[in-house]
């Protein structure tokens, strides 16, 4: 996932304004085969994909069995899976920090997306920074990797110092301190042996004129007990399902959740209504929030969205006007499915999700 996410902000320079070129490409008749053309080296592909889609699209998505699977939810099961909560996942975590340089949070660097960053906003002196991570749970770790693969590699912390903490509150033990003496390169790796920990400080110990900066934060990290096989944790995107009614073949849906944002679903026609995504959590949770980050012009007209514990009977519980980054807040439902629908009209605009994310 880390390779297709690098490959990804390769192609997100020109996957960018792919995002902007499909909607300007579909505007015209030509639309389907340059949309997809749009899609820089996957043009190829997607010359002939983008054809059968023109004369084929409407053929398979707008057929019945797509309808039915959407709306059938084909693996519901009577009982429903073992859930557990995977600590060792990001979207469990939070971040925080001495200090952050305007909107480069420290939550910027756990959200799973490599394009974006945490930054001091400072230059490097002994000690004066830190950038903690509370991990939920006591969890073994063994390695603390700092990824800035996705831009920043020359804002490495020219020295560091790992602390673990059981409570978060004071970190007593003090795991490895080290000083670069050679640029890393984009990853810095600091392995250590394995000890259980609550949370995670890393604090800089060199000098530089250069920001700290961290586009994310990854751990060698094990559960102090593996759950069940088969069991699932529905907030980890890694475990997703999604299916739509509508899909551009070069576009498919399980880009709605990859963690790179410039990777996308697209429904590959301009937007006339009725256009759904059914995302799949794979067991119920709770759920009060869902974003949908367009990454770009792509973002529905208005939407309206639905919940289902069972994927048969679904609930409306928000309604309204899209935006590129769209946040859907409702009352707490228990809920294994959304089902987001597309109820406007653009007739310039593909609907497109680059990610995801969901909320308790
Ligand atoms: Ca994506």
């Known amino acids: 996932m880390q390779g297709g996410a690098a490959v990804g902000a390769t192609g997100g320079t020109s996957g960018a304004p792919g995002v902007g070129g499909n909607s300007g490409a579909t505007s015209s008749g ?23 889609a023109a004369s084929g699209g409407s053929a398979p998505d707008a057929g019945s069995a797509g309808s039915s699977s959407l709306d059938g939810g084909k693996s519901d099961a009577p009982t429903g899976p073992v859930v557990y909560v995977n600590s060792c996942s990001h979207v469990h ?68 110092s790992v602390f673990l903490s059981s409570d978060g509150t004071t970190f007593p033990n003090n795991v490895v301190n080290s000083i670069f003496f050679n640029p890393p390169g984009p990853v810095v790796s600091i392995p250590f042996a394995p000890q259980k920990a609550g ?27 593996p759950p069940p096989a088969g069991a699932i944790d ?9 299916s739509a009614n509508f899909t551009s073949p070069n576009y498919p ?8 944002p410039t990777t996308r679903w ?23 929030q869902m974003t949908l980050d367009s990454g770009g012009a792509d973002f529905p007209a208005a939407y309206m969205l639905e919940v ?6 679904y609930e409306q519980v928000a309604a309204g ?26 007739p310039n605009h593909w609907w497109s999700i680059a990610e995801i994310t969901i909320q308790p």
């Open 93 to 160: 975590w939070t971040a925080t920090a001495s200090a952050s340089d305007q909107g480069d949070v420290a939550a910027h660097a756990i959200d799973g997306y490599p394009t974006t960053r945490w930054t001091t906003g400072r230059p490097q002196a002994p000690s004066q920074d830190y950038l903690q991570i509370d991990l939920g749970a006591a969890v073994t770790v063994s390695k603390v990797v700092l990824d800035n693969t996705g831009g920043s590699a020359d804002d490495y912390p020219r020295g560091y």
């Open 30 to 52: 030509g639309a389907v085969s340059t949309g997809g053309g749009g899609g820089d080296g996957i043009g190829g592909a997607s010359g002939s994909g983008g054809t059968s």
């Open 321 to 346: 006007a899209g935006a590129s980054f769209t946040r859907i807040q409702f009352a707490q439902k228990n809920a294994r499915y959304l089902r987001v629908t597309q109820t406007g009209m653009d």
């Open 234 to 242: 529905p907030y980890d995107p890694v475990t997703w399902k999604a």
């Open 199 to 225: 949370a995670v400080k890393i604090v800089t110990g060199g000098q530089a004129d250069v920001w700290w900066s961290v586009a994310e934060v990854r751990f060698d990290c094990q559960l102090a007990s």
């Open 253 to 260: 849906s399980s880009n709605a959740f990859d963690s790179d």
């Open 266 to 288: 697209s429904s590959g026609q301009n937007q006339s209504g009725g256009e759904r995504f059914r995302l799949d959590l794979g067991a119920a949770a709770s759920v009060s």
């Open 308 to 313: 289902s514990a069972d994927g048969q009977a």
